[in-house]
């Protein structure tokens, strides 16, 4: 990769994406708390040199909750997006590359999931499947996302597809896995990528709004929409304690997307 | 001579691409004179179109222009975009390779034509769509207003071409610059498209510069010829004296690569042009042929070249004028020796027929057809697009599957497709396709390219032994080594095809399909490529391919057999030599006698096809033919189907024509 080519919203891309990383796997070790620890005598405190971001309505401190709770959502959301993007290249390429019937049946079926809201989808998936654990999380999330990713990859495979290449893999005997997975993917996988890395930024989004509603992840574990919805009680005696984790979900999210333009700028659009 | 109406001084054009900067256009200094029509010849990335465009100052943003182009005693490059708006499309128009790209698919025909005129010559919409009509009568087409409601879809490629001519010459513009205008187009369209430009100059008095990478029809249509090569003009000269006095070594070898004058393979191996064009950089003061040209020496050639007359009106940018090799002697080929060999047949398609669903209509591609190809032998088939050649190809490899008929290969039916193929029938069926850029996954490198087929085919585990046998073959095709670890995208267009071909014999096959092989190739790398496959042929002496190939000179070069195709049907088969003689089945005379022919004077019949081409949906009557035949002879041709005539044991066609009538038949090849 040429230097030159790097923009400078991709370098704040990657710099907040690998912020929240370290975070992630060192951040505990620069708080002496847990997240679950209640300092009962400084209740709703505000930013100082013992809690850094204050501390919410039980007296947690809000920068232990943070970081713990980046760890679930970084979790969730790029497993999600890797998931629904493999589900989705898997759907979209035996739609796409055998055409006809096939393809009108499946893709059909996936414009009805397409249709219902992903958020309303989730709720519904989330309800059947009663509780939410971090792999059930995972899981709805990437069903929801697979038409999005199926179509994509779909499109990625088409523009590939009649090219004679593909004509002389077929007249040497390859097989369609073969033709797909060894001819095809290699040259269609540019947009595929993008859209993966975009989906991490959508997971964020999700998992905060599903925590938000109160049918994400459940406590102990902080995840961050949850920290947003238990203190909107508080936000005008105690706004950093819903400042900070909507900050985190907002910078996480820019990030990602940041860095999902520069990947399609390298890839596609040269 | 009289006053020019256009003269380029000194154009240089660079654009300044993210890495280096390209010399596009260096010095370039020609005049444009009234009733004119200026051919511009040269491969690919010659700066052609650049001087198109150049001229109308409509360049990319990245190109920076110097030098000035006079016309009406203004200098063009002087002018701003809204100044310009005043010349582009006004006083100067441009018409483009593809007609299709060109229109907007959204807007009838007759609005696009009026709102010309009434953006430049400020009518009313009502004057200017009566101007179109009147526009569309002065170029012969027919039933003009049923046009002007159509849409661009609805309409031929020709037609459509006509149609941008017609928009081109609106305001009556007093240059009209065309840029590659036939490329697109089949010969029989391509001929009435040159007719109409050479009306052009007489009714409308418009000075025409007509751009093409192809020779042939330079040579039919110009009145001055310039060469260019590597953004300069190499040699400018009338089009008589170029031909028969060629100066510069790019022009010579230029026309020594094209088989022409009916030469084949069998009399000589066609010259051709080592190495291929590269970027201009603009410290490069050195003749820009220099690396290629066989005469190259040190001193001369670096700062002693440029523009010199050597006759009124001959220049050449070449100073070795003296080098008397005139290999360009117009050699007239010898009678030609018909191979003593048996014919054995390898493969019998019999009745073959390919039908394309389409909305409410069937398409039928390919209609009952039967021939067969003998071993060790080239067959070519030719026709224009939508003739069924391809699908043909595409039905005999196994890609599509057929409606009816049978396909044998040595004796066994292979009426399948690939899935259902033994790998020997795989291996031994082979195909080369049109591009190279697309037959070669760009994913991967060379070696793994041509491995892939060797390991999955030939069962050659091993990638040591593997590799030895792709550099036997590179070099076999003509690359070195080095080229084992490239990938596709590094290399040119005549390398490619190379690898392609290298691809190909490394299943060594029996049958080999070139679908138009050389067609996205420039014609220096085209004879390259013939002379490989020919030579192929002969070491290995086991091999038949089936040829297909729109360009009759080509074919002519190449096969031991031909096939000519209209509409899903077969005209005419035969060996080489009696399909491209008389007598000729109607459409081949009339392909044939389209075909432009290289330094050659005018030819003495003139076809024209007329009549609309039909769709080919099971509701033709007769001869498929009939609409367009010069040679009609009545109400037969359209009621009954053409019986097969055979003229001689090889040789037959499909026509209801008398016996006496094909005896008259004169050469025009």
């Not at chain 1, 004679?164 to 990528?193: C, Q, T, W």
């Not at chain 1, 905060?208 to 203190?231: H, K, R, Y």
């Not at chain 2, 003296?322 to 007239?332: H, M, P």
């Not at chain 2, 389209?594 to 949906?617: C, F, Q, T």
Request: hydrophobic residues 40%; contains cysteine.
């Amino acid at each position: 990769m040429k230097l030159s080519k790097i923009t400078i919203g991709g370098i704040i891309g990657i710099v907040i994406l690998a912020f929240w990383i370290f975070m992630a796997i060192f951040g505990s070790m620069l708080t002496p708390y847990t997240h679950v620890e209640m300092d009962l005598v400084q209740k709703m405190a505000a930013p100082s040199a013992s809690h850094i971001l204050g501390t919410d309505q039980l007296g947690r401190d809000i920068f232990s909750r943070i970081i713990i709770g980046s760890r679930s959502v970084l979790t969730v959301s790029v497993t999600a997006a890797l998931f629904s993007t493999f589900l989705g290249i898997l759907v979209g390429f035996s739609a796409g590359y055998f055409g006809g019937k096939t393809d009108e049946i499946i893709m059909r079926f996936m414009d009805i999931l397409l249709s219902m809201p992903a958020l309303v989808l989730a709720m519904v998936v989330v309800g059947i499947m009663e509780g939410t654990s971090i792999l059930t999380l995972t899981l709805v999330i990437s069903i929801v996302f697979t038409p999005r990713t199926a179509r994509v990859a779909r499109s990625a495979l088409l523009t590939w597809k009649d090219l004679e290449f593909v004509d002389a893999a077929k007249i040497r005997g390859e097989s369609h896995l073969y033709i797909m997975f060894m001819e095809i993917m290699p040259n269609a996988l540019g947009p595929i990528i993008v859209e993966a890395t975009a989906r991490i930024a959508y997971s964020v989004m999700t998992v905060s709004a599903l925590g938000f509603l109160g049918i994400g992840l459940q406590p102990p574990t902080p995840d961050w929409g949850m920290m947003v919805s238990e203190n909107k009680s508080i936000i005008i005696s105690a706004p950093w304690a819903v400042l900070a984790p909507t900050i985190a979900i907002a910078s996480l999210v820019i990030g990602v997307s940041l860095l999902a333009d520069l990947i399609q700028r390298r890839l596609i659009n040269e | 001579m009289n006053k020019p109406i256009l003269e380029i001084r000194d154009l240089s054009v660079e654009y300044n691409a993210s890495e280096e900067s390209v010399l596009a256009l260096n010095k370039v200094n020609i005049n444009l004179y009234p009733r004119e029509i200026l051919g511009i010849v040269g491969e690919s990335g010659c700066g052609k179109s650049t001087l198109a465009y150049g001229v109308m100052n409509y360049l990319g943003k990245n190109a920076l222009i110097s030098g000035a182009i006079n016309f009406g005693g203004e200098n063009l490059l002087d002018k701003s975009d809204r100044e310009m708006d005043h010349f582009r499309g006004n006083k100067i128009a441009i018409i483009n390779q593809n007609p299709f790209t060109s229109l907007n698919p959204s807007l009838k025909l007759g609005k696009q034509l009026a709102e010309v005129a009434v953006f430049h010559r400020k009518m009313k919409y009502k004057d200017a769509m009566e101007l179109s009509r009147d526009m569309l009568i002065s170029l012969n087409l027919p039933d003009p207003d049923s046009i002007l409601r159509r849409y661009p879809h609805e309409i031929s490629g020709g037609m459509q071409q006509r149609i941008c001519i017609a928009m081109g010459l609106m305001c009556q513009p007093s240059i009209l610059i065309m840029d590659e205008p036939t490329t697109a187009l089949d010969v029989t369209t391509e001929v009435v498209i040159l007719d109409l430009c050479r009306n052009l100059v007489k009714q409308f008095d418009t000075a025409i510069i007509y751009i093409s990478h192809d020779l042939g029809i330079i040579s039919s249509i110009s009145d001055r010829i310039a060469v260019m090569y590597r953004g300069e003009i190499a040699e400018l000269a009338e089009k008589d004296e170029l031909f028969s006095n060629p100066q510069h070594p790019y022009t010579k070898a230029l026309i020594n690569c094209i088989p022409r004058h009916g030469v084949t393979k069998d009399q000589k191996k066609l010259a051709t042009i080592p190495g291929y064009i590269t970027n201009r950089n603009k410290h490069d003061e050195s003749c820009p042929f220099l690396e290629r040209c066989k005469y190259s020496s040190s001193e001369g050639c670096i700062n002693n070249y440029g523009m010199q007359e050597i006759i009124q009106g001959h220049w050449t940018a070449c100073s070795k004028v003296s080098i008397a090799e005139n290999e360009v002697i117009l050699d007239k080929p010898e009678p030609r020796i018909i191979g003593k060999q048996d014919e054995v047949p390898l493969l019998n398609v019999e009745n073959l027929t390919k039908i394309f669903p389409s909305r409410s209509k069937k398409y039928i591609a390919v209609d009952d057809i039967s021939f067969h190809v003998n071993r060790n032998r080239v067959f070519g088939i030719v026709g224009e697009s939508g003739c069924g050649k391809s699908t043909t190809a595409l039905c005999i490899e196994g890609l599509l599957e057929t409606n009816g008929g049978r396909i044998e290969y040595k004796g066994e039916d292979i009426t399948k497709t690939w899935q259902k193929r033994s790998g020997n029938v795989l291996k031994e069926i082979q195909m080369v396709f049109q591009d190279p850029a697309r037959s070669l996954n760009p994913f991967y490198t060379v070696e793994q390219i041509i491995g892939r087929p060797i390991k999955v085919l030939r069962g050659i585990k091993s990638k040591i032994d593997r590799r030895k046998i792709i550099i036997e073959l590179l070099h076999k095709v003509g690359l070195s080594e080095q080229y084992i670890n490239k990938k596709t995208s590094q290399m040119s267009g005549g390398e490619r095809q190379r690898v392609a071909i290298a691809r190909v014999f490394a299943l060594k096959p029996d049958l080999v399909i070139c679908d138009e092989p050389t067609s996205a190739l420039d014609v220096s790398v085209q004879a390259a490529v013939l002379n490989l496959l020919v030579e192929l042929q002969q070491e290995t002496d086991e091999i038949s391919y089936i040829f297909i190939s729109h360009d009759l000179h080509v074919v002519n070069y190449i096969s031991d057999f031909v096939m000519i195709m209209y509409l899903g049907k077969i005209c005419e088969f035969g060996r080489t030599a009696e399909v491209f003689s008389p007598p000729y089945h109607p459409y081949t005379e009339a392909l044939l006698s389209a075909v432009p022919e290289v330094g050659g004077g005018s030819k003495k019949s003139l076809i024209r096809l007329e009549g609309s081409v039909p769709v080919p949906d099971g509701t033709i009557t007769g001869c498929h033919f009939h609409t367009r035949c010069p040679r009609k002879i009545g109400n037969i041709c359209e009621r009954e189907i053409p019986p097969k005539v055979n003229l001689t044991d090889t040789h037959y066609i499909h026509c209801h024509l008398p016996n006496e009538k094909l005896e008259k038949m004169e050469s025009v090849f």
